[in-house]
């Protein structure tokens, strides 16, 4: 049986330590070892990753993909690379984008450099339904022109061009997956609804933006790392691939289904000024990844929605501590900022 070295930057990250977790769990490929490559930054969690450590086939490097030495190092002792490293917050790239352009562009250049520079087999970049744009009707195709308004959402659409430019110049095996709205477990409490969750089980109120009508398409977790799983697996080089949820909410839907969760009441609901350059709706067309690799999202919204506000109450101590690490500003730490 091949043995397959998979180094998965981020991996200490919300949705890299699931990937992690489900690939070397029980239900998981038994011919893979793991290496995570994470910076440790405020959103990291090491504890996110304690389910695995006792396992022989992973490893821990903490390290900036931004330093070529220490990143070329580590890509050339594995086969395959799952890129998920990333700033990720829009509110922060709103007030201070220099960070999000040095570990999402440079960062990715660093990494997929270095895949080209040792041959890696596959490199797998994971992205976000951000690069699109917003859009008033229909769903994006992998074909539709990226139009992003945020720093956050333009740094993320020059790291997948810059990590395609490898595909096509070098002959590289880049694959992209761009995702909606990521929700579930041990999610960092500054996104939509741990944010929410966590306030309502303080007792406080849950700030939403503007009007409450941004519409989002939720993606539960587990049915985003079986997608990247997927394209790893199964994708072709060169291509880009949407993972979609299907189930679109307006911010202020999603409110009332929280509050309803948490057994809160709609007074709790504090409208504040809606964020700059806040994009009205997202929207992927995933039909490519069900006709190539028959990915369809399992995770039903209501259920999904219920086990995530369950596991928030019940691992007060997990997010806690998270939450002090985010330290946003007041004005900045609303309900309504994409949870890719």
Known sequence: MTHTRILVTGGAGFIGSHYVRTLLGPSGPPDVSVTVLDKMTYAASSSSLDPVRGSDRFALAIADICDPVETGRLVAEHDQVVHFAAESHVDRSISDSAEFVRTNVLGTHVLVDAAHRHGIETFVHVSTDEVYGSISTGSTAETTPLSPNSPYAASKAASDLIALSYHRTHGTDVRVTRCSNNYGHHQFPEKLIPLFVTNLLDGKNVPLYGDGLNIRDWLHIDDHVRGI??????????????????????????????????????????????????????????????????YTPRKNFVEGLAETVAW???????????????????EENVVGAPAC
């Open 229 to 294: 799983e997927l394209v790893r697996t199964g994708g072709r080089p060169g291509e880009v691939y949407n993972i979609g949820g299907g189930t679109e909410l307006t911010n202020r839907e999603l409110t009332h289904l929280l509050l309803e969760a948490c057994g809160a009441s709609h007074d709790r609901i504090e409208y504040v000024t809606d964020r700059k350059g806040h994009d009205l709706r997202y929207s992927v067309d995933w039909s490519k990844s069900h006709a190539e690799l028959g």
């Open 312 to 330: 928030y109450r019940d691992n007060r101590d997990w997010w806690e501590s998270l939450r002090e690490r985010a330290a946003l500003p007041a």
